[in-house]
């Protein structure tokens, strides 16, 4: 069974940071992409940004520049470091991870449960 449990989540005031963190346990083989998507109330869930094995990034235009995702393979973890935080990126941000399990040699996406980040003064 893989588990991806997130941590970092909060209330910060517009302009501030927060570091997000998501870590991968399990019968896992090997962590292909890993990605962080988020979802605002009354909104469809949105990816936010994706990293390859290799650590090639892809990000959503609004948080070019702000936003920076990371992983660290050997820790089996994925990070989101969000600086100068806006009202609109409130939202529920979920870890996802194309992962092959060691048993069974199955792939497949597994999400995290979700933290919740909220930006208001």
């Known amino acids: 069974q893989v588990q991806l449990v997130e941590s970092g989540g909060g209330l910060v005031q517009p302009g501030g940071s927060l570091r997000l963190s998501c870590a991968a346990s399990g019968s896992i083989f090997r962590i292909n992409d890993m990605g962080w998507y988020r979802q605002a109330p009354g909104k469809q869930r949105e990816l936010v940004a994706s990293?390859?094995?290799?650590?090639?990034?892809n990000y959503l235009d609004s948080v070019k520049g702000r936003f920076t995702i990371s992983r660290d393979n050997a820790k089996k973890t994925v990070y989101l470091q969000m600086n100068t935080l806006k009202p609109e990126d409130t939202a529920v941000y979920y870890c996802?991870?194309?992962?092959?399990?060691?048993?069974?040699?199955?792939?497949?996406?597994?999400w995290g449960q979700g933290t919740q980040v909220t930006v208001s003064s």
């Open positions: 990293i390859t094995k290799g650590s090639s990034t």
């Open positions: 996802n991870a194309d992962i092959t399990t060691s048993s069974g040699w199955a792939r497949g996406r597994y």
